[in-house]
């Protein structure tokens, strides 16, 4: 491509020389009719016979076969370029002043004249920088904030509360891209062609949220449909305190499995990146999933909701059970508190040998989550680990006798260092 | 037996001597707070009265124990992270036998810090030998740490340079208990929060009482002259304040009042319980003093009307309800406050609008009531 460019540098200098010619016979003042000659001077070359846009075209154009092989794409790509951007009629590579084209033809009660400026060493240089910033790629820049899962791509960004509908204004509420992917489709008339299709959820964060799905022929046009559907969507969910769910619970869709793990405060979302988003578009704040099977994003999306969907409160669970439901929390010293009692309360006597009493047991309908044991990491067994802890056994108090020494004196320091104060000032200095 | 003896330089000694200084200086230092701390060092020993079982119930039922705030999440409850919850379906009597431990726990937690005299110090040599006078520059302790004996009960003694062997102070015992038997959280240094003055001023100002109190009771011994000293400015500082109820459903609201009442002090308690309406719980202050000090008009009708008192459920809130029981064992609570206002108040004039103000707001809440179960009929 390089010697393309090349090749047309050296094309452009002989016309010069021609042009050149021409200017110094017109200035003759008698035609010398020795160098006179019949054969016909052109005045006419590629250059000037074709619009920019072709020449253009066959310095970037890359043939059916190489485009399908993926040339002319990436790193050494030849962009075009619009040469006349930074020029400006009437000023050139000779700085000259003309007065009614770059410059007033009456400045104060002075007439100004055409005269020649001290020239300017940095115009080229600036055009050409200028040039430059066109072809260059730039990447698209986002603050922290807005970038999403993976960089400036949509999934996992923020797209803005859906779309008024008449006087209803969804105030509060935020829609975060879960997937945005093209899917090829076949058309009787146009053959292959592009869609797009998009999946999002949108909630206010205070227990209203909804999913979306739209497709369209552009990305942004599929992210606008899931938006403005997801809000026509809206289901409301219990949250727990205002932090978590209100039990455990198992839910699955198509070969999606999913456990969900009701938290303390302060745990955090410890799930698949999908469902962190639905909970933060929920208000849910403390939760952890395990996932299993497939991991079909809109399989994960649908089986979250059902399963939060399917939820049972606390006092719907004591009346199933006709038991009353305690909660003890270790911060309150087990103290047994009773968050919901049935009408009727069964006795011993009355409850089945067989039924499941364990409360995460029957909220989870039996179903248990696969422990994997854990293995001690490899370097434990490896002598070295054990040089180590027999090297370090000394210190392992040092932090804590440092920390008191701080509390206590103000600096580290032993009762040596009152007995000898000459060794302070020698480290001092 | 097994003996271990630790020797002590000469100049320990002086610290010793010079942090008994320190005390002093400390305790005028307090008096620009305006609050003279007062020991239990006089000839009568608080003890078994504060024991006594009378005593013990009374001051029990004052602290009115709420198990929201008995059991509420501390900052100090020795979890890194939080749990969490568990969950489980109970009949009635699982849930009855649950509460009953709950109970017993909130007693455990609700335990009372002893309320003693200040220990004597020690002076009891036991030998004196004269052939020793001069074998080392240094004294030594010998401490008995078989394992099994209370620390009180240890044997400790010391040899002096001079040949002489006696048991050792307070403050050696202490020390060298700790040394062998370390309780947790205990420091062998006393804490600056108690030691500098400043400190410890910010920490009233900023009502950490109960803080306060807790680490006092982890870092002294009930009978020690510190801990008196600093309990008795900080339960001042709360009646100064009257904030009483921030002492309320702790373990530290019991020996507070008791030594307000101690200290013929508890009549701004008693205005307070006036002024929240707790008519029930004044006539047990009443009782509680006849008790301690035997000096109520009409003491004897105070504690039969406590005793009537105590088996009623404890009124955490002011009632919107009456029964007819109800508003006869109030109207006599009533009568007896006035009759403790007119012989043995010090702010009379205040508790007696108080106690007015309770009685017009209580007549509202009669007919109220009676209002309402005539509306409901008799069923």
């Known amino acids: 491509m390089c010697s393309k460019l090349l090749s047309m540098r050296s094309l452009i200098q002989p016309t010069n020389a021609i042009l050149r010619q021409v200017l110094i016979c017109q200035n003759k003042t008698t035609p010398n009719l020795k160098t006179f000659t019949t054969s016909p001077v052109t005045c006419v070359n590629f250059f000037n016979k074709l619009p920019a846009e072709k020449l253009w075209k066959s310095v970037t154009s890359v043939s059916n076969a190489g485009a399908k092989k993926g040339r002319g794409k990436g790193a050494g790509r030849i962009r075009i370029r619009d040469l006349n951007r930074g020029q400006v009629i009437g000023v050139g590579k000779i700085n000259m002043l003309w007065p009614g084209l770059s410059a007033p033809v009456i400045r104060g009660r002075e007439l100004l004249k055409q005269q020649r400026l001290p020239d300017d060493p940095d115009r080229m240089e600036k055009i050409i920088q200028l040039r430059d910033s066109m072809t260059k790629f730039r990447r698209i820049r986002l603050s922290p904030i807005e970038r999403g899962w993976s960089g400036s791509r949509m999934p996992g960004r923020s797209i803005g509360a859906p779309d008024p509908i008449g006087e209803d204004v969804f105030t509060g509420f935020d829609t975060k891209v879960l997937q945005l992917r093209s899917l090829l489709i076949m058309k009787g008339s146009l053959g292959r062609t592009r869609n797009y299709q998009a999946m999002v959820v949108t909630g206010n964060g205070q227990g209203l949220a909804g999913f979306g799905l739209g497709r369209a022929k552009e990305a942004p046009a599929a992210l606008r449909k899931a938006k403005n559907r997801a809000g026509q969507k809206l289901m409301h969910f219990e949250i727990y305190n205002g932090h978590t769910i209100f039990h455990d619970f198992y839910t699955a869709f198509g070969k999606t499995k999913i456990f969900v793990q009701k938290k303390n405060e302060g745990y955090g979302l410890k799930c698949h990146r999908a469902i962190k988003e639905i909970c933060q578009a929920i208000g849910i704040k403390d939760l952890r999933a395990k996932m299993e099977g497939s991991n079909n994003l809109q399989h994960i999306v649908k089986a979250f909701f059902i399963g939060l969907l399917q939820q049972r409160s606390h006092q719907q669970l004591a009346e199933e059970k006709k038991l009353h439901l305690v909660e003890y929390r270790a911060e309150n010293e087990y103290f047994p508190k009773v968050v919901a009692s049935p009408s009727e309360v069964r006795t011993k006597e009355e409850i089945p040998k067989d039924e499941t009493l364990d409360f995460t047991q029957y909220v989870m309908n039996d179903k248990v989550i696969l422990k994997k044991k854990k293995f001690p990491p490899f370097y434990e067994s490896m002598p070295h680990y054990k040089l180590h802890l027999k090297k370090y056994e000394k210190y392992r108090n040092h932090e804590k006798i440092r920390l008191n020494l701080k509390s206590e004196y103000g600096e580290v320091k032993s009762f040596l260092t009152d007995k000898y104060p000459e060794e302070k000032v020698e480290t001092e200095t | ?379």
């Open chain 2, 1 to 379: 037996m097994t003996l271990l003896f630790s020797k002590i330089a000469q100049n320990n000694i002086k610290t010793v001597i010079t942090r008994n200084n320190d005390l002093q200086i400390l305790t005028i230092s307090y008096r620009k707070l305006s609050i003279v701390p007062s020991l239990y060092d006089g000839k009568e020993d608080p003890a078994p009265k504060f024991f006594s079982s009378n005593v013990q119930v009374l001051l029990k039922r004052l602290t009115r124990p709420d198990f929201n705030k008995v059991f509420r999440k501390r900052t100090n409850s020795g979890l890194a992270v939080l749990r969490t919850p568990k969950y489980k379906f109970l009949t009635n009597e699982e849930l009855e036998a649950e509460i009953l431990k709950a109970n017993k726990k909130a007693d455990v937690l609700l335990q009372m810090p002893p309320v003693v005299k200040v220990h004597q110090p020690v002076d009891d040599v036991l030998s004196k030998d004269p052939a020793l006078v001069g074998y080392d520059s240094a004294k030594y302790l010998f401490t008995d740490i078989t394992f099994g004996i209370a620390n009180e009960r240890r044997l400790i003694v010391e040899r002096d340079p001079d040949g002489t062997l006696r048991h050792c102070g307070h403050d050696v015992r202490k020390r060298l208990n700790q040394t062998y038997f370390p309780i947790p959280g205990r420091k062998i240094k006393e804490p600056m929060m108690f030691t500098n003055e400043d400190r410890f001023n910010s920490l009233l100002d900023r009502q950490e009482y109960e803080f306060l109190l807790d680490r006092a009771c982890l870092q002294y011994e009930p009978d020690e002259a510190s801990y008196q000293r600093i309990t008795s400015i900080t339960y001042q500082h709360i009646d100064m304040n009257k904030s009483y109820d921030l002492l309320r459903s702790t373990r530290h609201f019991g020996p507070m009042t008791f030594y307000l009442t101690w200290h013929q002090s508890m009549d701004s308690l008693m205005l307070e319980l006036l002024q929240s309406g707790a008519v029930r719980e004044g006539v047990l202050l009443a009782a509680l003093r006849q008790a301690l000090l035997g000096d109520v008009a009409n003491g004897d009708n105070a504690q039969a009307l406590a005793q009537q008192i105590l088996p009623t459920p404890i009124q955490l809130a002011k009632p919107e309800r009456l029964t007819e029981e109800d508003i006869q064992l109030d109207n006599k609570c009533v009568e007896c406050i006035e009759e403790y206002i007119v012989s043995n108040s010090a702010m009379k004039s205040q508790q007696e609008l108080a106690l007015q103000g309770f009685r017009e707001h209580y007549q509202q809440l009669i007919e109220l009531s009676r209002g309402l179960k005539k509306a409901h009929g008799n069923a």
